[in-house]
């Protein structure tokens, strides 16, 4: 590990602390899980800086991009429990049974479908609906103007209806 690796993550890092959240997050990493994801790519970085093959800026992003990509799909496969399923176990009292496994169809199809929409969709439009953020809130936290996250959530729904 060289110093000048060092310094450099150190100052990336600094200059843009909320870089591995956002990288994260468009990685679909949920909001309330972005931080610790952040977290454990910036560690994930500092102990593969031995790795690291060149310190030119572009190079630097690139690999600490790979590393928040990687950790994003640890994180996923750690959590990989069918989201369907543990909807299913919350429905409250049993009642119909064929009405209760309808509903579980329903929100599971439901699921995939969100899970199948490209990033750049998936994250405003979540982050509208289960965060309750405005567009002007999701476009600061990604880095958007406001009419491209009202743009990418008007075309997550229509994906969604079709």
Same mark, same amino acid.
């Given at each position: 590990?060289?110093?000048?690796?060092?310094?450099?993550?150190?100052?990336?890092?600094?200059?843009?602390?909320?870089?591995?959240?956002?990288?994260?997050?468009?990685?679909? +990493?949920?909001?309330?899980?972005?931080?610790?994801?952040?977290?454990?790519?910036?560690?994930?970085?500092?102990?593969?800086?031995?790795?690291?093959?060149?310190?030119?800026?572009?190079?630097? *992003?690139?690999?600490?991009?790979?590393?928040?990509?990687?950790?994003?799909?640890?994180?996923?496969?750690?959590?990989?429990?069918?989201?369907?399923? +543990?909807? *299913?176990?919350?429905?409250?009292?049993?009642?119909?049974?064929?009405?209760?496994?309808?509903? *579980?169809?329903r929100?599971?199809?439901v699921?995939?479908?969100?899970?199948?929409?490209?990033?750049?969709?998936?994250v405003?439009?979540?982050?509208?609906? +289960?965060?309750?953020k405005?567009?002007?809130?999701?476009?600061?936290?990604?880095?958007?103007?406001?009419?491209?996250?009202?743009?990418?959530?008007?075309?997550?729904?229509?994906?969604?209806?079709?």
């Amino acid at each position: 590990m060289t110093i000048d690796a060092e310094t450099r993550l150190r100052a990336m890092l600094r200059e843009e602390p909320q870089r591995l959240r956002r990288r994260s997050i468009s990685l679909g +990493v949920p909001l309330d899980e972005a931080d610790d994801a952040a977290q454990i790519a910036a560690l994930r970085a500092w102990r593969s800086l031995g790795h690291l093959q060149s310190t030119e800026p572009g190079a630097m *992003c690139a690999w600490i991009d790979s590393i928040a990509r990687r950790t994003a799909i640890d994180l996923h496969r750690a959590r990989r429990d069918d989201s369907g399923e +543990v909807l *299913c176990d919350r429905l409250e009292a049993p009642g119909d049974l064929e009405a209760e496994a309808a509903t *579980c169809e329903r929100l599971s199809a439901v699921l995939r479908a969100i899970r199948d929409l490209p990033d750049e969709l998936r994250v405003p439009l979540t982050m509208s609906i +289960v965060d309750e953020k405005s567009a002007p809130q999701i476009a600061e936290e990604l880095g958007l103007s406001a009419a491209a996250v009202r743009q990418r959530i008007a075309r997550a729904r229509k994906a969604l209806r079709t």
